[in-house]
């Protein structure tokens, strides 16, 4: 998994600099959106500190955690 940014243009997000292959599923946080989701700041400080991991490729790959989550049923 990887973090992009992108821009909506014309009701579409559109990726700069990243090609991603047809059918890639992806989720997308809006910063001003009509329902928001509030962090509080403990919640902001730690997903800003996790996306920081994933830029400087610390932590495990997609592959460990599937398989960490399958012994747990």
Do not use: C, H, W
């Not at 992108?6 to 600099?17: M, R």
């Not at 059918?23 to 962090?39: H, M, N, Y």
Request: cysteine-free; glycine content about 8%; overall charge negative.
């Amino acid at each position: 998994m990887r973090v992009v940014f992108g821009t909506v243009v014309d009701g579409k997000v559109v990726v700069e600099g990243v090609s991603l292959p047809e059918g890639t599923a992806v989720a997308v946080f809006a910063r001003e959106a009509a329902s928001t989701i509030t962090l509080s700041p403990a919640d902001e400080a730690e997903l800003a500190e996790a996306l920081d991991e994933a830029d400087r490729n610390e932590g495990i790959s997609a592959e460990e955690l599937f398989a960490r989550l399958q012994r747990y049923g």
